[in-house]
């Protein structure tokens, strides 16, 4: 099994900053793409950014220029650099993977259990 577990939500003002990091662990054996998505009440679960194993991004047009996704290739890890941020970035974040694990070489997408921020003053 592969585990994605995130950290860094919380309660900050507008314009303020958060990072987010998200560790995978388990029975790894490659990852591919990563990625981080929100969800507010009520609405569906939409991409924020996303990174490959190569290191290229892709970010939602919203965020562009306040975030910026990174990885840590070793220590299996994603992370979320969120600068200037508004009450509309407000949502529960959820970071995924692309996984193959091992031993049978299964590859699926995993998700982490969320964490929730909150931008207002």
């Known amino acids: 099994q592969v585990q994605l577990v995130e950290s860094g939500g919380g309660l900050v003002q507008p314009g303020g900053s958060l990072r987010l990091s998200c560790a995978a662990s388990?029975?790894?054996?490659?990852?591919?793409?990563m990625g981080w998505y929100r969800q507010v009440p009520g609405e569906q679960r939409e991409l924020v950014a996303a990174?490959?194993?190569?290191?290229?991004?892709n970010y939602k047009d919203s965020v562009k220029g306040r975030f910026s996704i990174s990885r840590d290739n070793v220590k299996n890890m994603v992370y979320l650099q969120m600068n200037n941020l508004q009450p509309e970035d407000t949502a529960v974040y959820f970071c995924?993977?692309?996984?193959?694990?091992?031993?049978?070489?299964?590859?699926?997408?995993?998700w982490g259990q969320g964490t929730q921020i909150t931008v207002s003053s």
């Open positions: 388990g029975n790894i054996g490659r990852i591919y793409d």
């Open positions: 995924n993977a692309d996984v193959m694990s091992v031993p049978y070489s299964r590859r699926r997408l995993y």
């Open positions: 990174i490959t194993s190569g290191g290229n991004t």
